[in-house]
Structure formats: C-alpha cells, structure tokens
C-alpha cells in the first residue's frame, strides 16, 4: 500500500485563483493604458488588483512577462477569425 494521496497535487507552489489572475491582468491593462510602460510598475498592479506584490512575482518573474501575457490576452481577443470561413478565403 501506498501512502501517497492519489488527489495530492505534484508540485509544492500557490495553486493559481483565476479570479486572482483576471483581477491582475485587468488591472496591468488598465495602468499600461493609463500610464504607459513608464508609469507601470508591479506595486501599481498590486494596488489595482488587489492583490500582493508576492503573489505577482510568484507568477510573472518580472513586469516585461506581465505585459507580454496581457498583449497575448489582447491579440487574441483582437483576432477573430470565423470558423465558417473556409481555409483559403482566410490567406486572401
């Protein structure tokens, strides 16, 4: 037998709250649109998300990942290609 729970998770760190993780995407797009990559800064992102510096750091080691995942969000929700198109009329 076994001691091991098989529902344990694998790996040691903060298991990620979506709603943690939207907060603090929504508020990194809102200060970058405010004030620029001049005036963005993780403790800003912080205040507006409601969320700590720490846990921020815990995923995004740096604010230039930050900003790299909301322009990913945003490309994708700016690029919609409809699914009835057919192949060729989408390179046209």
Request: no cysteine.
């Given at each position: 037998m076994s001691d091991e729970n098989p529902k344990s998770r694998r790996s040691a760190g903060a298991v990620r709250s979506e709603a943690s993780h939207q907060a603090i995407?929504?508020?990194?797009?809102?200060?970058?649109?405010?004030?620029?990559?001049?005036?963005?800064?993780?403790?800003?992102?912080?205040?507006?998300?409601g969320a700590s510096k720490p846990t921020i750091y815990r995923w995004w080691a740096n604010k230039a990942q930050l900003i790299a995942e909301v322009y990913e969000v945003e490309s994708a929700c700016a690029i919609h290609i409809p699914e009835d198109l057919e192949v060729s009329q989408r390179f046209l």
């Open positions: 995407i929504d508020a990194a797009k809102t200060l970058l649109s405010e004030k620029g990559y001049v005036g963005f800064s993780i403790d800003g992102v912080a205040r507006l998300a």
